[in-house]
């Protein structure tokens, strides 16, 4: 069984910040990219941001600059700190473990947290 266990959403004014964290736990062998996406009320998950294993990173251009993903790769984890939030951020933040394989002789499959609600006031 694969859990990801996300914290570090709440409430925050605008121009400041949070850091999320999500661990995934549970038999996993390696983990291909792990993430952050966002759902916003009447709107459709996006990307906000990705890295690899290898350190590769993506961010969504309307938090470039703003975020940071990083990653602790033995420890399974995936952070993401947010900084000058704007109302506009605000949404469910999900944690996506992708192309986790459980074992060597496993195929790869896509895991997502439960979300974590941040909340940016104007």
């Known amino acids: 069984q694969v859990q990801l266990v996300e914290s570090g959403g709440g409430l925050v004014q605008a121009g400041g910040s949070l850091r999320l964290s999500c661990a995934v736990s549970?038999?996993?062998?390696?983990?291909?990219?792990m993430g952050w996406y966002r759902q916003a009320p009447g709107k459709q998950r996006e990307l906000v941001a990705r890295i690899r294993s290898g350190g590769a990173t993506t961010y969504a251009v309307s938090v470039e600059g703003r975020f940071t993903i990083s990653r602790d790769n033995p420890k399974n984890t995936v952070y993401l700190q947010m900084n000058s939030l704007k109302p506009e951020d605000t949404a469910v933040y999900y944690c996506n473990a992708g192309g986790l394989r459980r074992t060597y002789y496993d195929g790869s499959s896509d895991y997502w947290g439960q979300g974590t609600q941040v909340t940016v006031s104007s």
């Open positions: 549970g038999s996993i062998f390696t983990i291909n990219a």
